[in-house]
């Protein structure tokens, strides 16, 4: 929940599949979507070339 003005988004980084949760404005926690869907493949990268939400495929070469 969101407690005197905070906003609190919690990211689950899983295996296959990335879902975010935010709390904020006092309203209950809702699924953040990306692109009209609740998830998102899962991503983890370093150093300049990384771009949140996106797959290896997709970045540009350094």
């Known amino acids: 929940m969101s407690v ?3 906003s609190i988004l919690s990211v689950d980084l899983g ?3 990335t879902v ?3 709390a904020a404005h006092g309203r209950p ?11 998102t493949p899962s991503a983890a990268c370093s150093a ?3 771009l ?3 797959t290896f495929d997709s970045l540009p070469d350094a």
């Not at 926690?29 to 869907?37: I, N, Q, T």
């Open 29 to 39: 926690p809702r699924v953040v979507e990306v692109d009209g869907s609740a998830t």
């Open 52 to 54: 949140l939400g996106s």
């Open 4 to 6: 005197l003005g905070v």
């Open 48 to 50: 300049a070339r990384a």
């Open 15 to 17: 295996t296959s599949n």
């Open 20 to 22: 975010a949760a935010l």
